[in-house]
């Protein structure tokens, strides 16, 4: 698809892959950065070019509804809605650890938050003649992480909403759906996970996601997510002993 004079919305777009998604798209269309932290994003967004912040929390409906009518009023519509944001617990099943909460909290952000979404933004997206949902899910979706766990429910249960989402927008919408997977990334948000140790930059997410924009490539797979995924469906035993090991 063309990734040159959009209007292009990032969910969690003031750190991480969502800023570095940004920064990657921003020299060519006009990006609006979402999140709970008003200073963080304007931070974010300072020094770079066509980059507007709105502070909104995703899981509240409330925002969401003013986050739509801003972005209507001021911007006129919406080509491509990145839903980036997430939140994760790191803990193991064996704990008593409060599980049924820490779920709810993963799942209202990391699932529920991304179908609102797309059904607040869908009737804008259908008005253009070239449009996209990109729905950040993780290498977790395939092959759940055993210090993640219901992190790991939460991104398997977006992946299989965003395969059944492309497939029927497909049938009668011009409205593409792109499900970007990635692997540990260097952000303050995989610190407690080892992300600063072995993951790799967000820079390079955002790479493969705008090669893939433009190749209409729906299921990116970057860095080891691709090997995981292969041998995931080869033998989903090994695949599992091998991540949690």
Known sequence: MNITNN??????GGSGIGLEIAKALSPANKVIIAGRNKEKLDAAAKGLENISTIQADITNENDINRLFEEIKINFGGLNILI?????????????TSDTYNKALAE????????????????PLLKQQSEAAIVNVSSIVGFVPGSHIPTYSDSKAA???????L?????????????????????TDFSVEIGGRENGIPASDVAESLVKSLQED?????????EWVYTNFFANSEAAFSAFNS
């Open 107 to 122: 799942f209202t952000t990391n699932y529920f938050a991304p179908i609102r979404l797309t059904e607040k933004f869908l």
């Open 158 to 164: 977006l992946h299989s909403h965003t395969r059944l």
């Open 83 to 95: 839903n980036n944001a997430g939140h994760a617990y790191t803990y193991t099943l064996s704990d």
């Open 166 to 186: 492309r497939y029927e927008l497909a049938k009668e919408t011009h409205v593409k759906v792109f499900e970007l997977m990635p692997p540990l990334v260097n």
């Open 217 to 225: 490539i729906f299921e990116i797979r970057v860095g080891n997510t």
């Open 7 to 12: 209007i292009i919305l990032i969910t969690g």
